[in-house]
């Protein structure tokens, strides 16, 4: 069935970087756009970033612009999400999620989810 | 950026009742909103796209209407699965996509 699986998550000391990964199976990924999504918390959603199927555009939110990089392997059916230089504020649970496109502007929703991975921002 | 606004925050509600959430946008989004139930530990998952469009595997119990900055979230008979926080999103002007702040059905 159609499947989201992210790993990677952790506790890492503030500055430092970790990388982390979401598995994709039973769709065909390179035609997808794919998010990352956070949540701190107890807070809300929050998206972070995303990149199309194509592979060539990326955009970022702005609180992890310049920090953080968006990536995929098609060959190995992968997203990634490489965060640099964390912070305190970027604990949460991070999200991979699957774009699905209502029209050819880009119009979407989210409709798969995986189950997040963790992240910890402490010294 | 598009602010998206949610009220009430939480609701108390018992089992059959009608609940209605509401999302406000700050500049008109035309149809493209969609919402999303959460419950405790788990991901959000799609109800509803487009503002009306019910997800497929979605009960008929929701439903969603609205365009241009006002919509809603109705559960016409609510059910004891039901009880989560559900959460509007923007997918008009990106990036980037916002989300409200949830809002928490509770048992009453």
């Known amino acids: 069935q159609v499947q989201l699986v992210e790993s990677g998550g952790g506790v890492v000391q503030p500055g430092r970087s970790l990388r982390v990964s979401c598995a994709a199976s039973?769709?065909?990924?390179?035609?997808?756009?794919m998010h990352w999504v956070r949540q701190a918390p107890g807070k809300g959603l929050e998206w972070v970033a995303v990149?199309?199927?194509?592979?060539?555009?990326?955009y970022y939110a702005d609180p992890v612009k310049g920090r953080f990089t968006i990536s995929r392997d098609k060959s190995k059916n992968t997203l990634y999400l490489q965060m640099n230089s964390l912070r305190a504020e970027d604990t949460a649970v991070y999200y991979c999620?699957?774009?699905?496109?209502?029209?050819?502007?880009?119009?979407?929703?989210?409709?798969?989810w995986g189950q997040g991975t963790m992240v910890t921002v402490s010294s | 950026d598009i602010q998206m606004t949610q009220s009430p925050s939480s609701v108390s509600a018992s089992v059959g009742d009608r609940v209605t959430i509401t999302c406000r946008a700050s500049?008109?989004?035309?149809?493209?909103l969609a919402w999303y139930q959460q419950k405790p530990g788990k991901a959000p998952k799609l109800l509803i796209y487009?503002?009306?469009s019910l997800q497929s595997g979605v009960p008929s119990r929701f439903s969603g209407s609205g365009s241009g900055t006002d919509f809603t979230l109705t559960i016409s008979s609510l059910q004891p699965e039901d009880f989560a926080t559900y959460y509007c999103?923007?997918?008009?002007?990106?990036?980037?996509?916002?989300f409200g702040q949830g809002t928490k059905v509770e048992i009453k």
């Open positions: 990149m199309w199927d194509a592979g060539s555009n990326k």
């Open positions: 500049q008109g989004i035309s149809s493209w």
């Open positions: 039973g769709f065909t990924f390179s035609n997808y756009g």
């Open positions: 999620v699957r774009s699905r496109d209502y029209d050819s502007s880009g119009h979407s929703a989210f409709d798969i």
């Open positions: 999103q923007q997918a008009n002007s990106f990036p980037p996509w916002t």
């Open positions: 487009a503002a009306s």
